[in-house]
């Protein structure tokens, strides 16, 4: 996370929210059986869900992504999946002016009613900051990428709270134009630890 403090929140304050919100979700091996997609058992995972469906961490972090939202002056923000809808939900709880806006990215565009890809009332001329909760190999947000901008909307930036950085997500979401912005960096030598604090 940067030196510099965002609204109220100092650098400090920033490190440690992080810290807590990565201690909160993580679940490891001997605590619950857990499986890779392929239904492999792996030694650990993050579940941020946990933490950010609980209202204090709720409110923290929706402050924090707010702040730095208002300081780019941006207003719009989209989720993609589960990881992403507390995250979304967050920053609209947060008051000020102008008001965000959210929106939910389906995977297809729903086949009848309004027939929408994105549900919300995001606004097609503002751009758009996708939000997501872990940046790993990036092909999630890319896709969540793609389904936006093929529904005409702009997307400038991505905001997460962790991105694994041996898995090269930031890299490809940042070849695509956006800039990435994490709460915090994890280091695969440390085993699921924490290692610095990011931008």
Sequence with gaps: MPGSTHGSSTYSGLV????????QSLVRREDEYITDPRGQPIGWLLDTRMPMLEAEMFQEAGQVLASRLRSKELHQVAGFGFGSYALVCSVLAVDGTPPFRGGFIREQRKPHGRRRLVEGPL???????????????GRSANRALS?????????????????????????????????????????????????????
């Design 123 to 137: 606004d097609r001329s503002q751009p758009v900051v996708l939000l997501d909760d872990i940046i790993n190999s």
């Design 16 to 23: 440690e929210l992080g810290r807590r919100l990565y201690e």
């Design 147 to 199: 389904l936006l901008r093929s529904d005409g909307y702009d997307v400038v930036g991505l905001m997460t709270l962790f991105n694994f950085t041996w898995s090269g997500g930031r890299e490809l979401i940042e070849r695509e134009g956006l800039w990435v912005d994490a709460m915090l960096d994890l280091n695969l030598r440390d085993r699921g630890k924490s290692s610095s604090d990011s931008a």
